[in-house]
C-alpha cells in the first residue's frame, strides 16, 4: 500500500510570476486554502500519510507558511534541490536518500480529486511497474502558468 508522496514544488513558475509578484505558485490561495496545501489534504485523505516536498525557489517561504500549519507539520519531510531550475526528474532525484519504498509522485501544482488518487493506490503493481493518470476527458487545457 502506497501511504507516502512525493511532491515537486521546486520550480520558479516563471510564466505566472507577471500576475502573483513575490507569491510563489504553491502558495497561490484557491478558495483561501494556498494550493499546495489543498494538494496535501486532498492527498492525506485518499491515504497519503507523509509527504516528501521537494523545495527550491522560495524554499524559505514555503517553509513559513506550510511548516507551521498545524493540520501540516507533523506530515512533511523537507527536501532542497540546489538545481531547482533543473528538469523535474532532477527534483525527484534530490529526494531518493529520503523514499525507499513506493511513492505517489505528485506536483505542486496539480490538482486532482480524491477519488482519482483513491484509485490509482488501489492498482497492484510490481516492483518494477509505475501507473500514470491522465486526462482523457479535457475540453480545453486550462493551466495555471
Same mark, same amino acid.
Given at each position: 500500500?502506497? !501511504?507516502?508522496?512525493?511532491?515537486?514544488?521546486?520550480?520558479?513558475?516563471?510564466?505566472?510570476?507577471?500576475?502573483?509578484?513575490?507569491? *510563489?505558485? *504553491?502558495?497561490? +490561495?484557491? !478558495?483561501?486554502? +494556498?494550493?499546495?496545501?489543498?494538494?496535501?489534504? !486532498?492527498?492525506?485523505?485518499?491515504?497519503?500519510?507523509?509527504?516528501?516536498?521537494? !523545495?527550491?525557489?522560495?524554499?524559505?517561504?514555503?517553509?513559513?507558511?506550510?511548516? /507551521? =500549519? *498545524?493540520?501540516?507539520?507533523?506530515?512533511? =519531510?523537507?527536501?532542497?534541490? =540546489?538545481?531547482?531550475?533543473?528538469?523535474?526528474?532532477? /527534483?525527484?532525484?534530490?529526494?531518493?536518500?529520503?523514499?525507499? &519504498? +513506493?511513492?505517489?509522485?505528485?506536483?505542486?501544482?496539480?490538482?486532482?480529486? &480524491?477519488?482519482?488518487?483513491?484509485?490509482?493506490?488501489?492498482?497492484?503493481?510490481? /516492483?518494477? &511497474?509505475?501507473?500514470?493518470?491522465?486526462?482523457?476527458?479535457?475540453?480545453?487545457?486550462?493551466?495555471?502558468?
Amino acid at each position: 500500500v502506497v !501511504t507516502t508522496a512525493l511532491i515537486i514544488a521546486a520550480g520558479a513558475g516563471a510564466r505566472l510570476h507577471k500576475l502573483t509578484g513575490s507569491v *510563489p505558485k *504553491p502558495l497561490l +490561495p484557491l !478558495t483561501g486554502v +494556498p494550493l499546495l496545501k489543498r494538494i496535501i489534504l !486532498t492527498a492525506n485523505k485518499a491515504g497519503i500519510a507523509r509527504f516528501v516536498i521537494v !523545495t527550491g525557489h522560495a524554499a524559505d517561504q514555503l517553509h513559513e507558511v506550510l511548516g /507551521s =500549519d *498545524p493540520q501540516l507539520q507533523d506530515l512533511i =519531510d523537507w527536501v532542497h534541490n =540546489d538545481a531547482w531550475h533543473q528538469p523535474n526528474g532532477v /527534483s525527484v532525484l534530490a529526494a531518493r536518500e529520503r523514499i525507499d &519504498e +513506493p511513492f505517489a509522485l505528485l506536483m505542486a501544482d496539480h490538482l486532482f480529486e &480524491e477519488q482519482t488518487l483513491e484509485r490509482l493506490l488501489q492498482v497492484p503493481l510490481k /516492483s518494477d &511497474e509505475c501507473i500514470l493518470a491522465i486526462d482523457t476527458n479535457v475540453v480545453s487545457v486550462y493551466d495555471l502558468d
